[in-house]
């Protein structure tokens, strides 16, 4: 495959992996086809004009690894960052505004690069979840150290903020894992019930999602609230995992009334919703993107 028809397709795999994570229905305290969640200022439009203009960002940062040449992978970091801020700019302008998908462009672009340089020299189109993992983790060696800076700065960050109160290390931590609580919650899942194929799609990412809820860290929930609402995320997940989540009367009923006790609460878990999306890239790097 020319390496413009693979940048074409980890782009196309991206767009949809956005797609389908904001479509799936209900989410508790999410924009969803249902509701905006917790949220005032935006709702699932803001979202699909958002995903609309993030397909050229996708496909530069799979040029940029396919084009990287160098030994030393934490360059390509550097490499893709002015594609990542012309893509938040774009995100900006077509949301006036309102912040749908950073989170997204920083994992997501990592990965691009990541696969485009494993194609580069292993010419492949498909890959491993650890072999991308790993490729993520040399990109993003020593990432989380820029943390440590924090306690120098008065202008913080959202992440270093989140740090210096409870020394959580967000997406930053996540990304310099290779994405371990993607790897260890949110794929076996994903991949066994897609396999198993008994459930429409939107109710498999639901169970997914409530998975990475009950295990994640989540950034989002932390920065709206504190640790407390946290663990309350968590609780009240596992509670919809036990009865049976998307796949019983019982357990439908209460993710229905959890989306309203979000919505109540302002607590809008898109940590792990973000981890969703993450989690079907990875699915379609792997498999393919007939899904």
Do not use: W
């Not at 803001?46 to 030393?72: H, Q, R, W």
């Not at 998307?246 to 809008?268: V, W």
Request: proline share 2%.
């Amino acid at each position: 495959m020319i390496k413009n028809e693979y940048c074409r397709l980890v782009a196309n795999i991206a767009i949809r992996s956005v797609l389908f994570e904001v479509s799936v229905s209900p989410k508790p305290g999410l924009v969803d086809r249902f509701n905006p969640g917790a949220h005032k200022d935006m709702d699932i439009f803001t979202f699909l004009k958002s995903s609309s203009v993030l397909y050229p960002y996708f496909y530069n940062c799979t040029m940029a690894g396919i084009e990287f040449d160098e030994e030393d992978y934490t360059q390509l970091l550097l490499n893709i960052r002015p594609i990542g801020i012309r893509a938040e700019e774009d995100m900006f302008k077509a949301t006036a505004g309102i912040n749908t998908h950073k989170g997204i462009i920083f994992s997501m672009g990592i990965i691009a690069a990541a696969v485009g340089s494993l194609h580069r020299e292993l010419n492949r189109q498909h890959f491993d979840f650890e072999e991308i993992s790993e490729r993520v983790k040399l990109i993003t060696a020593g990432i989380t150290k820029e943390l440590d800076l924090a306690y120098k700065k008065e202008d913080l960050t959202y992440g270093e903020r989140l740090y210096l109160k409870y020394g959580t290390k967000g997406i930053r931590g996540e990304v310099e894992s290779g994405f371990t609580t993607v790897l260890n919650y949110s794929l076996p899942i994903l991949v066994g019930l897609i396999q198993e194929n008994k459930y429409h799609i939107n109710d498999i990412l639901g169970q997914v999602l409530i998975n990475l809820m009950a295990n994640t860290e989540d950034s989002n929930v932390l920065g709206r609230h504190d640790m407390e609402a946290l663990k309350y995320v968590q609780e009240r997940s596992k509670e919809a995992l036990k009865l049976g989540g998307y796949f019983t009367e019982e357990g439908r009923k209460y993710i229905e009334a959890l989306d309203e006790d979000f919505i109540e609460k302002h607590i809008s878990p898109g940590g792990s919703a973000d981890l969703l999306a993450v989690s079907l890239m990875f699915y379609m790097l792997k498999y393919g993107d007939e899904i």
